[in-house]
């Protein structure tokens, strides 16, 4: 089935749901997840770095939740099936901490600025000695929810498919994906400028895609560092296999006694055999542009013969 979660993006989504759920009966108990979980700024007295992961599962509010897994789940199930789910995990968790990195730096970018407003001529020193004073006031400085790793996520997309048309609302004509994601940068860019105060973490988003793009272009340049392309040439070659079994079962199904009807005639089973060489070759061909350039690429033809070799009944 192409439209079959694959396994860690399923569980990716599992383990999100759960603890949204123990969020809020933990809530009910005067328990605060987001609190012990979340991402505090690191001077704060509430600060664990293990909070850089725990803090990619909890998020605010079921709009919270929602559109990060839709995000999730509408790119993540493409990815993972294209990278396999031991580099698609790597890929989600290390932009995930990363996000939170730079969410770190900007905090007390924020922090330092504020000090120098009170003091003159602020020194690092001066920045830690009052970091150290309003600890606990600095824990309300919390990060939650996977932004971050779904921004990530989606520049993979964008990176990968970059001509492929996704149809966004509200607009009524599809959008190619490199655009799409581009949009999405420059948004989140000028929100940061903008201190919009509207609690959302706009520098966590940009520090994802940040390391998801660092990371893919340290990918395309390093074959040979253990994460390669080739399982994204497995992908294909799965897809070719899928439509080489399927063309031999419907001319199994059509022709039962092939070799009957045909007399046994060596020409007539070598001229079919031809047929279905050159066939097969220009199948091959059709996905290997595909590999290499995207489904987008495909000339009109081409996308009819696909099509049809592919609902061969």
Not at 22 to 42: K, N, S
Not at 72 to 96: A, D, H, Q, R, S
């Amino acid at each position: 089935m192409m439209f079959r979660i694959p396994p860690v993006t399923k569980n990716l989504l599992i383990i999100n749901l759960i603890a949204f759920l123990a969020t809020l009966v933990f809530q009910l108990r005067g328990i605060d997840l987001a609190d012990i979980g979340g991402l505090h700024f690191f001077m704060a007295s509430n600060f664990h770095v293990y909070q850089l992961v725990t803090y990619l599962f909890l998020h605010a509010s079921f709009m919270h939740i929602l559109s990060n897994m839709f995000g999730l789940w509408m790119f993540g199930c493409v990815i993972e099936n294209v990278w396999g789910p031991k580099k698609f995990l790597f890929y989600y968790i290390t932009c995930g901490i990363g996000a939170g990195i730079l969410q770190e730096i900007a905090q007390f970018g924020s922090f330092y600025m504020t000090v120098a407003e009170q003091v003159p001529q602020t020194t690092l020193g001066t920045v830690i000695e009052y970091g150290t004073h309003y600890a606990s006031a600095l824990n309300a400085w919390t990060t939650i929810g996977a932004s971050g790793a779904v921004y990530a996520v989606i520049l993979a997309f964008g990176m990968t498919f970059p001509n492929e048309r996704l149809f966004i609302i509200p607009f009524p004509f599809p959008i190619k994906a490199k655009w799409f994601v581009l949009g999405y940068v420059a948004i989140e860019f000028f929100s940061a400028l903008g201190s919009s105060g509207d609690g959302v973490a706009h520098t966590a988003h940009l520090g994802g895609m940040l390391f998801g793009y660092l990371m893919i272009r340290y990918w395309n340049h390093h074959p040979d560092s253990g994460y390669d392309r080739g399982r994204g040439q497995q992908f294909f070659e799965n897809l070719k296999r899928n439509f080489e079994q399927r063309q031999q079962q419907s001319h199994r199904r059509e022709n039962p006694n092939m070799h009957a009807e045909r007399g046994g005639s060596k020409a007539d089973d070598m001229d079919y055999n031809a047929r279905k060489k050159q066939n097969q070759e220009e199948i091959d061909a059709i996905l290997d542009k595909i590999r290499k350039s995207g489904y987008d690429s495909l000339t009109k033809e081409e996308k009819q013969k696909l099509f049809e070799a592919s609902n061969q009944r």
